[in-house]
């Protein structure tokens, strides 16, 4: 079965500053897809950043950045130059069979980011 | 192009009662699904709805279902609410076009409150 890890409960960083959550996951599956969304406190799911497993290159997508090492089983995610706006619950998620349509998601128990000025 | 829509927003309910929460994918999305987040048990995968066929169930009791329409707007349906179904419900959208980047996008959820 899928499983999703996120070790850190919570992390603080200060403004402008670099930080990185980490993330690991299980799959016997070959192809999956990798996400990153955060929950900021009003609830909504908004998505960051996607890798897929045969992708060779890491994903950028702004200040997001997702350090992807196969062999370890490890997606993490990078935010450079933090802003205040960042604070927020961060999750993990694994989609399996990344060409089939599948649409199930499974979350990590999420990493709660505070940017203090 | 506007986000996934999902009304209500706030729910409150007695145990017993019934509850339909609504959800309105991104125009020309075709896959709806629906999650269910608790304090305890996290991120859960309910369904997934897609051209108004059910394509996938989480590990729930058949108190939760849920249906699609042709306009590809969803609904999910929870019966003899029960304590434990106090939680946020979020329902995302995706395209559901078999390509690497296929993202499902979340809507800001309803919060169920069951008394």
């Known amino acids: 079965a899928q499983k999703i890890t996120q070790t850190q409960p919570g992390m603080f960083v200060q403004e402008k500053e670099a930080v990185t959550l980490d993330c690991t996951y299980d799959t016997s599956d070959q192809s999956y897809g990798l996400f990153w969304y955060k929950q900021p406190s009003s609830g909504e799911m908004i998505f960051l950043i996607y890798q897929g497993s045969y992708d060779e290159q890491n994903a950028t997508e702004g200040r997001y950045s997702l350090n992807f090492q196969k062999a370890r089983k490890s997606a993490n995610l990078v935010i450079s130059a933090s802003q205040l706006g960042d604070s927020a619950m961060y999750f993990c998620?694994?989609?399996?069979?990344?060409?089939?349509?599948?649409?199930?998601?499974?979350f990590g128990t999420g990493t709660r980011l505070l940017v203090s000025p | 192009k506007a986000g996934v829509t999902q009304t209500p927003r706030y729910l409150i309910k007695t145990r017993g009662q019934q509850v339909t929460l609504s959800c309105s994918p991104i125009s020309g999305h075709r896959s709806v699904s629906w999650y269910q987040q608790t304090p305890g048990q996290g991120l859960q995968f309910l369904f997934e709805?897609?051209?108004?066929?059910?394509?996938n169930k989480g590990n729930f009791p058949g108190r939760f279902s849920g249906r699609q329409f042709s306009n590809s707007r969803s609904e999910m349906n929870v019966s003899t609410l029960e304590l434990g179904d106090s939680a946020l419900y979020l329902c995302?959208?995706?395209?559901?076009?078999?390509?690497?980047?296929?993202?499902?996008?979340f809507g800001p959820g309803t919060r169920l409150t069951v008394l």
């Open positions: 998620a694994m989609r399996e069979g990344r060409n089939t349509g599948f649409q199930k998601l499974v």
């Open positions: 709805y897609f051209s108004e066929t059910q394509r």
């Open positions: 995302a959208s995706s395209s559901r076009v078999v390509a690497s980047t296929d993202t499902q996008y």
